[in-house]
């Protein structure tokens, strides 16, 4: 096999007085295994290039290989952040092209479950944002409240991560007993997690600084770029999955949609950190209306062959919208399942958002898009 | 026992693979899935785009049509231009191997519409070429060399179609059916 060395083509190419710079793949700001290539004139960015694939596992093919079942704990270890989130997306697709109904439990036991996951996936951001811009101390506040909803993830499904609880028509089993009161209890201490890294950071004037007018993106360069999530209602979109095609039982709870103005770094940590509080009223909300009663359809443990077929579901992740186009030949494998993963959009506007930017500011743009490598690469 | 087990062949025979779902007519699945706003939306992209010759369909419950694969780039735009289509974004890009085709497909969404559009093309197994639609969608850009990583396809006109999932000197098309499973190369 031939190897290319990458390093001398670029290096020929590179204007004399142009400077190379390399970050990644391995580098605490990249998130992950992420490689960017700055050319760099003084302290301004000419131009920057992106390299991904560092994690690729070829999840999609290995779909393929799998049963309708065992395909759960591949979506797990897309965005690794937010398990839960991959899970539904996934179980939703089955469920749809099979016709399940998922009983009423299962449903509000998914929006709990879900609804907690963005909030620790956002709170995870917050933590690594505040890195990027230079504080050590909101991490600290973050994390300990991610570890908050990580051990009730925990009592739930027996992991911390990789949880594989969702099933195709409902859940592995019936949440604790004491289900409702463990989120009861920690609801009040969230929601200080979550204030405590709002009031220490957002409105902070080293951040403010830091984060304001910095990567702004226009909202028709956002759409034009498949972004979604936190990073297109930064931009002032209105587009929230759950609002605009409703699924599960997001229908029955009063939430809003925060958007953004400026569409820069600043405004899509805004919309994350106000997302954190619209979710933590969801669940409370689905604390009152959830329901005894079985939490698995008929049909969820059995060798699955769903009718051939094909389906596309999308779901709001806290990343943007997941996609899953699942197509089925009426075996007990999917023929071809493709994920549409939001960070991988989002992140492909990095060369257009790091042209003529400042090497300070690259680190905070790439740390406002919050990338998940696991599903960038898949 | 033995003369029972020796009268079944050892390792049972494969079955010939199920027709691959999605291809010809009589996988078509019906529009009957579709929400009245739907079937209405699947009225007017015909209009739109009659030039094209579509044939309607339905991806489950999602408005769809299916176009020449020499057709892709005006089909697009027109979708992406039309007054009453207005598909600002693409959703996504797939790429399905059907052994004896290769098929693309393109979620098209309407944020305003609130309406989502599926355009589907077949290309050949062997040499898959088509415009690429980055003048359109920057979203394309990536996706178009994903597509071209994992199952070959040509996308012309596209700025680099380089590796952007595999490595540089990575031998095969691991997305198509025919790679082998589970195969490793050294790095």
């Avoid at chain 1, 890195?131 to 300990?144: E, I, Q, S, V």
């Avoid at chain 1, 949609?257 to 009223?281: A, F, I, K, T």
């Avoid at chain 2, 079937?39 to 007017?44: H, I, S, T, V, Y």
């Avoid at chain 2, 098929?103 to 077949?122: E, N, P, R």
Wanted: contains cysteine.
């Amino acid at each position: 096999m031939t190897m290319t060395n990458v390093h001398t083509n670029i290096a020929a190419d590179a204007h004399p007085v142009e400077m190379l710079l390399n970050m990644g793949p391995q580098h605490p700001s990249t998130h992950g295994v992420f490689r960017l290539v700055l050319w760099i004139d003084g302290e301004k960015i000419v131009r920057a290039e992106p390299h991904i694939g560092y994690l690729h596992r070829g999840s999609e093919k290995l779909c393929e290989g799998e049963q309708y079942h065992q395909v759960i704990t591949l979506f797990d270890r897309l965005d690794y952040v937010a398990n839960f989130n991959n899970e539904w997306a996934y179980c939703r697709a089955v469920e749809k092209l099979m016709g399940l109904t998922v009983p009423e439990r299962a449903e509000y036991a998914r929006v709990i479950l879900g609804e907690l996951n963005r909030v620790a996936s956002h709170l995870l951001y917050v933590g690594t944002m505040g890195l990027d811009a230079g504080a050590m101390t909101p991490t600290m506040f973050c994390f300990r409240g991610r570890e908050r909803i990580q051990a009730l993830f925990e009592a739930v499904s027996g992991a911390r991560m990789m949880h594989n609880y969702f099933r195709i028509g409902g859940l592995k089993e019936d949440l604790p007993e004491n289900f409702v009161q463990m989120v009861k209890d920690l609801m009040p201490l969230l929601r200080q997690d979550v204030e405590e890294s709002d009031k220490i950071l957002t409105f902070n004037e080293i951040f403010l600084a830091r984060l304001k007018d910095v990567g702004a993106i226009s909202p028709q360069e956002a759409i034009s770029y498949g972004f979604t999530g936190p990073c297109l209602r930064g931009c002032g979109v209105d587009y929230d999955v759950r609002k605009a095609h409703p699924y599960s039982v997001y229908d029955r709870f009063t939430f809003e949609v925060p958007l953004g103005l400026d569409g820069d770094c600043w405004d899509r940590h805004w919309v994350r950190v106000q997302e954190m509080y619209q979710s933590l009223n969801i669940v409370e909300q689905a604390l009152q209306q959830m329901p005894q009663g079985p939490v698995t359809s008929s049909l969820g443990r059995r060798l699955l062959r769903p009718p051939k077929g094909e389906v596309y579901v999308r779901g709001e992740n806290p990343r943007g919208e997941l996609g899953v186009y699942l197509i089925s030949d009426g075996t007990d494998k999917p023929y071809r399942v493709k994920v549409r993963p939001p960070s991988f959009c989002n992140l492909s506007a990095i060369q257009h958002l790091l042209q003529n930017a400042w090497i300070a500011d690259s680190v905070i743009i790439l740390g406002s898009l919050d990338i998940v490598l696991g599903e960038v690469d898949r | 026992m033995a003369d029972a087990s020796n009268s079944q062949p050892a390792v049972p025979s494969p079955k010939p693979h199920a027709a691959a779902p999605g291809h010809g007519p009589a996988a078509e699945q019906g529009t009957d899935r579709l929400s009245p706003a739907g079937k209405d939306f699947l009225a007017a992209v015909q209009e739109a785009l009659k030039d094209f010759h579509p044939q309607p369909g339905a991806l489950f419950d999602l408005p769809q049509v299916h176009v020449e694969s020499k057709d892709i780039l005006e089909v697009c735009r027109r979708a992406k231009t039309d007054a009453k289509l207005q598909m600002e974004m693409l959703s996504c890009l797939a790429a399905v191997d059907y052994k004896d085709h290769l098929q693309v497909v393109y979620f098209l969404y309407a944020l305003s519409l609130g309406q989502t559009l599926v355009i589907k093309t077949d290309l050949p197994n062997e040499a898959p070429r088509l415009s690429t639609v980055t003048s359109l969608w920057a979203a394309a850009d990536w996706y178009e060399r994903e597509a071209h990583d994992l199952f070959g396809v040509v996308f012309d006109g596209h700025p680099a179609l380089t590796p952007l999932l595999l490595y540089e000197g990575f031998e095969g098309r691991p997305g198509r059916k025919d790679f082998p499973f589970h195969d490793y190369q050294e790095f």
